[in-house]
């Protein structure tokens, strides 16, 4: 175990060893506490992410875009569209929202940086697309 810790120790940059642990651990609590998820390295760090599915603030992300644009829809229906339009079954989406429920902040900061990451590629190609314009 011991070895397996300073593997991914050695993958994780600026983490020490105990720092790694205490990180492990969390995750596996929380994995523990919300079946279904998983955590995944990517370019933004660990997040949480669905077994098998997207990360959770993806989820999420589309569950407050499905009730921004259908206000008057129940929650069966809610769940419903949005298991229809990502192709996340609804059990999933619900441990999705349970995870959110719990860890608000994390998930709300991750959903803020996608929308600006995606503001400045927008910015960053329109930019492009006016230099090629005649």
């Known amino acids: 175990m011991a070895r397996r810790l ?3 120790t050695a993958a ?5 060893l105990s720092a790694a642990a205490n990180l492990l ?3 596996a609590l929380r994995m523990s506490e919300h079946p279904g998820t ?3 390295d990517g370019p933004t760090g660990r997040r949480a992410g669905l077994a ?5 603030w993806e989820v999420v992300r589309a569950v407050k875009s499905a009730r921004a644009a259908e206000p ?3 929650e069966q229906d809610l769940l419903s569209l949005v298991a229809n339009n990502t192709a996340v079954p609804i059990r999933m989406v619900r441990i999705a929202l349970s995870y959110w429920a719990n860890f608000t902040s994390e998930i709300d900061a991750q959903i803020d940086a996608a929308d600006d990451a995606e503001s400045m ?3 960053a190609w329109r930019r492009q697309r006016g230099l090629l314009a005649r």
């Open 121 to 123: 590629a927008e910015s």
């Open 6 to 8: 300073a593997s991914f």
């Open 12 to 16: 994780h940059p600026g983490l020490s």
């Open 38 to 40: 998983v955590f995944r």
């Open 52 to 56: 098998g599915g997207p990360d959770v």
């Open 25 to 27: 651990v969390d995750e």
């Open 72 to 74: 008057d829809l129940n």
